[in-house]
């Protein structure tokens, strides 16, 4: 079982096709996209994904601004929206779905705001209450945090001790950054910046203690039109790198309490 998150950036623009296609290759069996928006370009993504069976699909966007950044998740099996106490208040950048795969599972789709919103110390919080208070088994949280561990995911100094904290919670919380859990301290980055060039990892995917037996891998990609030179701009089809994550739902689970 595999899933993909992404940050598309900007709803796709004219790169839809080939982010369609580039999906269609990774061959997953749950997409989370960010900066997923309801604008043309998005629903005709969304189309695409529905040919390549993923029919089942929830999204949270602002259809009064078109333009908006919002989330949508895409799958194989069926999927309902659920909602949690607690959980973050954004309504196009927090979605949660119950998956009715063969390992059925719970996916939040996060997409957390920039310090500078003023938002963000919010979000942070009530996603830490969201997993102190987690009962509902095997869980994912997925998505662009814009948030990593001070030095090992950043080329120059931006998170502070807010960061160290958050990632401990899941730690102590039982959850793992499913990256972090299978390739220890490799230095890895999702996003750089246009200006100064320098790289970041901003995307992550926290496991359940529930489903961390089923995990067998996780890493970043970034997604090129399947013509792409070697020497190709990485950033072709989205400024952000994908996340795709494999698990084994054959694997032996850990007891439900």
């Avoid at 096709?17 to 749950?30: F, G, K, N, R, Y």
């Avoid at 088994?137 to 948030?147: E, K, Q, R, Y």
């Avoid at 990632?167 to 972090?180: I, M, N, Q, S, T």
């Avoid at 901003?202 to 039109?225: I, K, T």
Wanted: proline share 8%.
């Amino acid at each position: 079982m595999r899933i993909v998150g992404w940050n598309i950036r900007a709803g796709g623009g004219r790169r839809v096709e080939m982010i369609a296609e580039q999906l269609d290759a990774w061959t997953p069996d749950v997409v989370s996209l960010c900066e997923f928006r309801a604008t043309p370009p998005s629903r005709i993504l969304a189309d695409a994904l529905a040919e390549q069976g993923l029919v089942f699909q929830e999204i949270a966007v602002d259809p009064c601004l078109p333009s908006r950044n919002g989330l949508l998740v895409a799958s194989r099996w069926p999927l309902r929206r659920v909602k949690a106490v607690g959980a973050p208040a954004e309504p196009c950048r927090w979605l949660m779905v119950r998956i009715e795969a063969p390992l059925p599972f719970t996916l939040g789709a996060m997409h957390i705001p920039l310090t500078v919103s003023g938002r963000k110390e919010l979000y942070l919080g009530a996603v830490e209450r969201l997993i102190r208070g987690w009962r509902r088994g095997p869980a994912v949280l997925i998505g662009d945090t814009n948030s990593g561990r001070p030095d090992i995911d950043e080329e120059s100094p931006v998170f502070g001790p807010r960061y160290t904290a958050w990632f401990d919670e899941f730690d102590r919380r039982g959850w793992v950054d499913a990256f972090r859990h299978l390739h220890g301290g490799a230095r890895v980055y999702t996003w750089y910046s246009p200006n100064r060039g320098n790289g970041f990892r901003l995307d992550q995917a926290f496991v359940s203690r529930h489903l961390l037996p089923h995990l067998r891998d996780a890493g970043y990609v970034w997604g090129q039109p399947s013509n792409a030179l070697p020497e190709l701009n990485r950033a072709a089809l989205s400024d952000h790198a994908a996340l795709l994550v494999d698990f084994d739902p054959s694997a032996t689970a850990l007891p439900d309490r």
